[in-house]
């Protein structure tokens, strides 16, 4: 028993990170995020914290609204090569609207070469 307590809280847990992550990335305050998922800002924390877990109604909405795959909120293994690389591909646009993020990303990948 305390093994699936475990495993719940866990899985609870990463996913809630990976919505705060993609929500961020997104640039939506909890409020603006948690009004266009329709549901309360207190669920919307309780679910990023790990302290609470979504209906599929409100996983749908959030992959919506976040525009990702349920795979890719439960991908819990972000170290992947293709993972990576699909996700710096699908932020590339939000990077080159932020002028602070796109000089930060220029100076990161600049000190790569």
Known sequence: MVIGVYMKNYIQEQLGKKVRLFRKIKGFS???????VGIATNTLSSIE???????????????YVLE???QELFS???ESEDFM????????????????????????????F
């Open 68 to 70: 990702v795959t349920p």
């Open 76 to 78: 819990f293994d972000d």
């Open 49 to 63: 914290t790990g302290n609470a877990f979504m209906t599929a109604p409100t996983l749908e909405k959030i992959c």
């Open 85 to 112: 690389y699909d996700f710096i591909l699908k932020h590339i646009k939000l990077i080159k609207s932020n002028p602070e993020r796109l000089k930060i990303v220029y100076n990161v990948v600049k000190g790569l």
């Open 30 to 36: 909890q409020e603006i995020f948690a009004e266009q």
